[in-house]
């Protein structure tokens, strides 16, 4: 689906971990108080700014660290549309997919600024960032599993659904 310029940009640099996405002091907390500390020690503002539909921005890297899960969901919790960078960490990847976060892998995701307003274009292959100057920025091919994985809201959803259908068939 091609959406207007509406996600709004926060502009991170490169390496950001998972310590700095769900700090381990807020980790005895449930998600919803773990949210509130999202990436505090480099934006202090963002959870309290942060709005449903905004985009991260990030250097390569990003989700580098420990394996917690939480580290994904806070941004889902948060209403995070998606993050672009040009590289993630592998269990990071995988973890938000399966949280349902939409992650793009876009070389020119630097070219990006703060506060940009964007659009993403997912209903095509590969997706595209529209930049605000109209420029498509490429992303990387994002399988048609994991797609569907994100527009069903993580696997666990994706899952319940499966079993849904196969109940009403039987």
Known sequence: MTAPATHRVWRLGPDI????????????????????HCLEALRPE????????????????????????????????????????????????RNAFNLGLLLLTCPEAETLREGDRIGLDTGTAPPAVIAPDGRRLACEPVP?????????GGLLNQLRQRAGKKENHA
């Open 17 to 36: 971990d998972t310590d700095a996405l769900a700090p381990g002091h807020a980790m005895k907390h449930g998600i919803d108080i773990i949210a509130t």
């Open 144 to 152: 048609s599993f994991l797609m569907e994985m994100v527009r069903a």
């Open 46 to 93: 963002f959870a309290r700014e942060v709005r449903p539909g905004d985009v991260i921005v990030a250097g390569p890297n990003f989700g580098i660290g420990s394996s917690r899960e939480q580290a994904a969901a806070v941004l889902v919790k948060l209403g995070v549309a998606a993050v672009i960078a040009p590289a993630y960490s592998g269990l990071y990847f």
